[in-house]
């Protein structure tokens, strides 16, 4: 029993003064997150406030905003209900109302007051004639009285009065946050117009008062607002309340003040506030940035005769000073919260000077070794845990040094074979592509080769057994011709039909024999001038000009010669434009030709169009026999695989690159000394020398 109660006395001597260290636990926890709680329910609590009370001030300044339309209306409808008034005009005493019409403006705040008829005609007044047809004047026209806001264009204003288009040409003024825009100035109105029917005693509408009030500058309109929504003790002190009628995003009144005092005319909204009560026709209620500072805001979209969002109506208070009594506040909180915790810090630390000494030894040798310098903590005097761990840790060190230096020289030695083994594989990365490139290329080519042999055989045969029929076809009808003698005119266009169709018939035989056999067709071989050939074909195009609209251009700078018949490249090269004038067939067509010497090895012609191209699909079959990408009726498919076996027999190649919609380039290389490719080897090698080459020649 004496043995248990002298290790707790032991343990209770170590630890004492270590346990006042839990005193700070709680207010590092609580503290803050009273003080959070606080700012975040003060915060919440005092907005919800000021937006429930400017969304109240909105709903005011609505009120009388619509109370100043009924109001302009009601002094319409005493003036036309009144007694004066009806006798003159009963006895057309047009002076007489064009006094009472000159009062009532002097009056009140009417800009314009007009007499119209039931149609809209001006019967008496100052104004022009203009159109003034709109759905107020109709309604009014029924005999309803009528008031809401239209937008007025300068032409509109100067045909009442000249000095009210003057007044609203507004200079537009940059403003922080608004919506980027190149407009200079506003010259639209936003007009209060109000139109009552006068009637006669069996109630038919005679006339028409018709006044309008211009928001515009109209800076009395908005201070009689302000001072009914945000009068004498409404805001705390410092506090602004403002009142602004917008016409589309511009203050075009207001009580606003900008720098030194003076109204905020022109300037434009925030460009968060346009897009949700503008263009989405949403109230808002909450912060806002206005003009030059911030403001508790609620904007609401106004709305013309049409129910079109013209412009907005706002109402708000500046939010400094409420911000500045909530930080204030705020500021006192913390301040507490500071003192609170220097004074308990100072009493809990005071009392564990024990757990300190050891524990800032050991903070210094982590922060250090944390730095790259090598520091122990060393004997210490303490006996405790503490003291323990911190000798533990000195060992711990000892140990992490030895194993860092192992791991570091280990990675030296990773990195080096990682970089080596990268660099190989980089290198063998970029063979394989070329190698994959030049392989799929090789393969397409042999595959063209094959078709056409295969194709080739097969067409040959076909072109000896019809061949042969045609042959005997003609000679009987020679004979019966001969026979027959003048017995035969009866019929003699149905026979001269049936000889221009065994001729046509040959003739597909022919092309059928030259696809088959490119090479017995094809002529002999002599140096021959590119760009003259190029020419000659040109020429021999000239009358589809008569069925096509297309615009030739030629640009022709080969110097060199090549070997090759010239029929067959004047074949191919008729081929290749014919298929081009059809790819463009339009009022737009352009066709463009070109010509360069392909290094030391020959010519590469360019046949460039603007049609409608063809995707990948189309052109990995572009070469095949029989394939046409041209309307039923329109081709047999042959000449683009005719033309590609007649250039490949002289050596050359012939290559395509399009896109739907961006036209076609198709080019024609031509080697200076041909050799004949027929196997695999050869073909891959051209296919390479023209890859290597194809950049260098300058389109």
């Known amino acids: 029993m004496l043995s248990v109660k002298r290790l707790f006395e032991t343990i209770r001597s170590a630890v004492r003064y270590k346990l006042l260290a839990l005193v700070l636990f709680p207010i590092l926890l609580v503290m803050p997150i009273a003080l959070l709680l606080a700012f975040y329910w003060g915060k919440q609590f005092s907005y919800e406030q000021l937006y429930i009370k400017v969304n ?59 007499i119209l008829d039931a149609d809209g005609n001006l019967m008496i007044g100052d104004a022009a004639e203009y159109d003034r047809v709109s759905g107020l004047l109709q309604a009014a026209g029924r005999g309803n009285p009528s008031v809401g806001i239209e937008i007025f264009d300068q032409q509109r204003l100067a045909a009442e009065d000249i000095k009210l288009a003057q007044k609203i040409v507004l200079p537009l003024v940059a403003t922080e946050r608004a919506k980027p825009t190149l407009r200079k100035i506003e010259d639209r109105g936003m007009v209060i117009r109000a139109i009552y029917p006068a009637k006669d005693a069996k109630g ?31 805001l705390p002190e410092g506090s602004i309340g403002t009142v602004t009628v917008f016409l589309d995003d511009v203050r075009i009144t207001t009580n606003v003040a900008m720098y030194q005092g ?120 303490s006996t405790d845990e503490i003291g323990e ?82 042959q005997v076809i003609l000679g009987n009808l020679d004979v019966v011709i001969q026979t027959l003698a003048e017995q035969v005119d009866p019929v003699s266009e149905e026979v001269e039909l049936i000889v221009q169709q065994v001729y046509r018939i040959q003739e597909i035989i022919n092309n059928l024999l030259q696809y088959a056999r490119p090479g017995e067709y094809a002529g002999y071989l002599k140096q021959t001038q590119v760009n003259s050939v190029i020419n000659n074909a040109v020429r021999l195009l000239q009358h589809m000009r008569r069925t096509f609209s297309f615009e030739l251009e030629l640009d022709l700078e080969a110097k060199r010669s090549v070997r090759i018949n010239e029929q067959d490249l004047e074949q191919v090269l008729v081929n290749l434009l014919v298929n081009a004038i059809h790819a463009t067939d339009g009022e737009q067509g352009k066709i463009c030709i070109r010509s360069r010497d392909w290094g030391d090895k020959g ?97």
Not at 102 to 110: A, H, M, Q, R, S
Not at 304 to 332: C, H, K, Q, S
Not at 354 to 363: D, N, Y
Not at 625 to 633: D, L, M, V
């Open 56 to 114: 109240t001030d909105l709903s005011v300044a609505h009120d009388v905003f619509n109370r100043l339309h009924e109001d302009y209306l009601n002094r319409l409808a005493r003036l036309a209900e009144s007694h004066p008034f009806y006798v003159a005009l009963a006895s057309n005493d047009v002076e007489s109302i064009k006094q009472q019409i000159t009062i009532l403006k002097n009056t009140t705040d009417f800009d314009y007051l007009n």
């Open 204 to 234: 038919k509408v005679v006339c028409l008062l018709d006044g309008g009030v211009l928001l515009n500058s109209n800076f009395g309109f908005v201070d009689t607002i302000r001072d009914l929504v945000y009068g004498p003790g409404s």
């Open 262 to 381: 003076e109204r905020a005319l022109g300037t434009r909204v925030s460009n968060e506030v346009r897009e949700h009560v503008l263009e989405r026709g949403d109230i808002w209620i909450n912060s806002a940035f206005v003009v030059n500072d911030w403001y508790i805001s609620a904007y609401e979209p106004i709305l013309d005769i049409n129910d079109d969002r013209v412009g907005m109506l706002y109402a708000g208070y500046l939010e400094a000073p409420f911000r500045l009594a909530f930080w204030r506040t705020l500021a006192v909180l913390i301040l507490l919260f500071i003192g609170l915790m220097l004074l308990s810090a100072w009493l809990s630390i005071k009392g564990a000077k024990t757990i300190f000494k050891p524990i800032e030894a050991m903070s210094a040798v982590i922060s250090a070794t944390r730095e790259g310098r090598q520091e122990r903590i060393g004997p210490l005097a």
């Open 389 to 470: 761990l911190s000798r533990e840790l000195d060992v711990m060190l000892d140990l992490l040094q030895q194993r860092s230096e192992q791991i570091q020289e280990w990675a030296a030695q990773l990195e080096l074979k990682v970089a080596e083994r990268t660099a190989e594989l980089e290198h063998k990365n970029v063979d394989l592509r070329k190698t994959i490139d030049v392989l799929r290329k090789t393969r397409q080519q042999l595959v063209q080769t094959e078709k056409m042999a295969a194709l080739g055989e097969l067409t040959a045969g076909v072109a000896h057994e019809i061949n042969n029929p045609a």
């Open 603 to 699: 010519v590469v012609i360019l046949i460039k169009d603007n049609g409608s191209g063809m995707d990948q699909d189309q052109i990995s079959r572009v070469f095949n026999p029989f394939y046409t990408t041209k309307q039923q009726g329109e081709g047999t498919g042959l000449g683009l695989s005719i033309s590609y076996g007649l250039i490949r027999r002289y050596g050359g190649n012939i290559t395509v690159e399009s896109r739907p919609g961006a036209g076609a380039e198709f080019y024609v290389w031509l080697l200076s000394e041909p050799v004949l490719l027929t196997d695999e080897e050869t073909i891959s090698e051209q296919l390479h020398e023209i890859e290597s080459v194809a950049a260098k020649v300058n389109f």
